[in-house]
């Protein structure tokens, strides 16, 4: 029985090991943050992140993240956590920037792609704490394995999301 380590946690899982990351997560593990989109890599709903890289989990089969670090927007908080060094009931309450950034802004609209939106941002502001707007339209529309798509045309609120986010993280830095 394949065991994967998602936000955190070791998880055995009973499905065949060409099960898409997808359904695992979603259907093995209850994490409905990752959405169903495309199936086919091509709109970014599913994405999360292996070993701090964006993949499409609606590709990705079970087999490839043995061993590997799966962090899913439930798993966004801790993460930050633990890179901020927090215990207790600090660790507990916090958000990831990001994630508090996209309310601080309001940035969906019916918000079926903001899962891969975060996702995305979250990649980005770890490797490059204070992105340009070209900096920030070339992660979401050509790095990685394909573009994020958002059918309700929220792509000024995320850039604006992803500058606010790297503000409150510049901010927490003690
Ligand atoms: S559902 Fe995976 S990229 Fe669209
Ligand atoms: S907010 Fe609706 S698809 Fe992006």
């Known amino acids: 029985m394949p065991t994967v380590l998602v936000n955190g946690v070791n998880r055995e ?6 099960t898409p ?14 959405q169903f989109g495309c199936g086919l890599a091509q709109c970014g709903a599913c994405s999360v992140l292996l070993n701090g890289k964006e993949v499409r989990s ?9 061993g590997k670090e ?10 930050w956590a633990k890179q901020k060094k927090l215990t207790g009931p600090e660790a507990a309450h916090v958000l990831h920037p ?3 950034a996209w309310i601080d802004e309001q940035t969906p609209q019916c918000g079926f792609c903001q899962n891969g939106m975060m996702i995305k941002a979250t990649e980005l502001l770890e490797s490059t704490p204070s992105p340009t707007i070209e900096q920030i339209k070339e992660a979401f529309t050509k790095s990685g394995p394909s573009p994020h798509l958002c059918r309700c045309g929220t792509y000024t609120a995320i850039i604006e999301s992803v500058q606010r986010a790297a503000d409150i993280m510049a901010r927490s830095i003690l």
């Open 13 to 18: 899982i009973k499905a065949p090991s060409d």
């Open 70 to 79: 799966v962090t899913t927007l439930e798993g966004l908080p801790a993460r």
């Open 98 to 100: 990001v994630q508090q």
């Open 21 to 34: 990351l997808l359904y695992v997560l979603r259907n093995d593990l209850e994490l409905t943050g990752p």
């Open 58 to 66: 609606c590709i990705t089969p079970l087999s490839a993240v043995a």
